[in-house]
């Protein structure tokens, strides 16, 4: 044979790596779905060492039924249609928030990255840049919102290797997370707070929805989609009065969506006589406002609307509470009343929860008034009220026993 002939000769496998012009690639056999075992080529490796590692991990991957072809998917590509995947699994509101965080944060940064070349230290990276420098005009970004970025990504990732299969392992689950912020005190109304934002609230149209709010519990946005059929206003002095909460609003880039509550599940949440009395006076002034709008009035049959009958906005009662309170602070200020520390809309949810549960009601009953799927959650939200109130059980129990005392044993 001569020199010429063994130059052109073809290159040869060897335990199942081979050179293909300026790169190497491997091959392993691989069991499918229907039991048929296949070879599986892999190419791209600059040097033969790199493909004979990438080999020995897939023959062990594909031991543990685990094996992933190699692919050029990016990080960026990957998540993009990892979004429109999961649009059929979560609210639009959920969806939006995790493309936010997605265009804002991620693809800038790590998008060309190969999804199967990102590696924990790519993200633990990517944590700390955001963190330094990654807010509005370069300034850092919150542990919170960094939080949430991670969040986002170890699910899609996790979606990468169990769904999709590109992907043997989550890179999110060993990344380094920056440490979490120190929790700000929270500022808590008590009962008498409450009673007096709620006077200064009588002269507004839209007294009926703070007061519904702190008297149920509810969301911001499960009130907005309340409907006047899902409020029964009980007998003539409102006993078995109750509202029926079946979805809820979210505004998704400026447009106003109704869809199902959290967790897709309604329910009912009694309220007392003197809250339905509240709502019939509103509905009373809604249609006064109905007659008065006449032709330019807008159907429908939500409970919170504006003058003209216009569905409202979730941000309208979010501006509306700070503006009230100062209004109230305003007032006390001249008259020398106590003013009330600023808390937020949502806080009166938290409000309705802590003080039942400081009035002994069982937590399973708050539990179904705030519509956690479980009571557990209300256990982990509420634990420091519950915390305060088994502080006092000793006290409690001895003062029982107490009221025994000198009576015969028989009478036990």
Avoid: C
Avoid at 248 to 266: A, L, Q, Y
Avoid at 271 to 296: K, N, Y
Avoid at 324 to 340: D, E, I, K, S, V
């Amino acid at each position: 044979m001569s020199s010429a002939r063994q130059g052109s000769a073809a290159p040869r496998l060897r335990n199942g790596v081979i050179r293909r012009g300026n790169s190497w690639s491997y091959v392993i056999r691989v069991t499918d779905s229907a039991g048929v075992s296949k070879p599986r080529w892999v190419g791209g490796f600059p040097t033969e060492a790199a493909a004979k590692r990438a080999r020995d991990e897939a023959r062990i991957a594909a031991g543990r039924g685990e094996f992933v072809d190699r692919s050029a998917l990016t990080v960026g590509d990957y998540l993009d249609r990892w979004l429109l995947a999961h649009a059929l699994e979560v609210k639009p509101r959920t969806r939006a928030g995790y493309a936010h965080l997605i265009t804002t944060y991620v693809a800038p940064r790590i998008g060309r990255i190969r999804l199967q070349a990102l590696r924990p230290a790519d993200l633990s990276a990517l944590y700390r840049e955001l963190m330094e420098s990654g807010g509005r005009g370069g300034k850092p970004l919150s542990a919170r919102s960094v939080e949430y970025v991670h969040a986002v990504l170890r699910k899609a990732l996790a979606d990468a290797v169990r769904n999709d299969q590109v992907l043997t392992v989550n890179p999110a689950e060993r990344a380094k997370r920056p440490r979490k912020e120190q929790a700000a005190a929270v500022v808590m109304w008590t009962a008498d707070d409450l009673a007096s934002f709620l006077t200064t609230t009588q002269g507004h149209r839209l007294h009926g929805y703070f007061r519904l709010a702190a008297y149920t519990g509810a969301r911001r946005g499960e009130l907005m989609n309340l409907r006047w059929a899902d409020v029964h206003l009980g007998d003539d002095r409102g006993q078995g009065a109750f509202v029926r909460l079946r979805g809820t609003v979210s505004v998704i880039d400026g447009v106003r969506v109704e869809g199902s509550t959290k967790g897709g599940r309604e329910r009912t949440v009694s309220i007392d006589p003197g809250t339905a009395a509240v709502l019939t006076q509103h509905r009373q002034r809604q249609e006064a406002e109905r007659a008065q709008a006449g032709t330019l009035w807008v159907g429908g049959d939500h409970v919170f609307r504006r003058e003209l009958g216009e569905p409202l906005f979730p941000d309208t009662p979010t501006a509306l509470m700070a503006k009230l309170q100062r209004q109230h602070n305003t007032t006390a200020a001249l008259t020398g009343q106590p003013q009330l520390p600023m808390i937020r809309l949502h806080d009166l949810r938290h409000l309705h929860a802590t003080l039942l549960l400081k009035a002994g009601v069982p937590v399973h009953v708050v539990a179904a008034r705030l519509g956690h799927a479980d009571p557990a959650i209300t256990l982990r939200v509420y634990a420091h009220v519950l915390d305060d109130q088994a502080s006092g059980a000793a006290t409690t129990f001895e003062q029982l026993l107490n009221r025994n005392t000198g009576q015969p044993d028989d009478a036990m």
